[in-house]
């Protein structure tokens, strides 16, 4: 891959991520407020892809579903349903590698099968 394709790549995912920003603050209390706090947990929680353009991808329709929410007026609760954790795992899961929680929880298996004589 060349210098150029490297830096394209990078200035389209931030010109992506600086879309779904504006996208995301358009929108009215409380989806905006929610979905704030549902990109921060997913920022913090290891759930979210570890290749940038499936993390972009995941916040984009992640913005979606808000928007269409709003639009219908769809009540939150009614879109989070009653553990916003778990909405927001499943919701990073439908997109993710595992990001590295996975990897390091895979890593973490394989090393002690190998240690206790398990691995193939």
Known sequence: ???SNIAAKI???KKRWRAYKARTKAL???YRATVDAVERY???SGETPTDG???VLLFEDLADLFESAAADGTPVRDLV???PVEFAETFARTY???GWIAKERARLTRTIDDLAGDGS
């Open 81 to 83: 349903g009653a553990d």
């Open 42 to 44: 997913l920022m913090n």
């Open 1 to 3: 891959m060349s210098l």
């Open 28 to 30: 009215p209390q409380p």
């Open 53 to 55: 353009r499936q993390l």
């Open 96 to 98: 993710s590698d595992g």
């Open 11 to 13: 200035i389209g995912e």
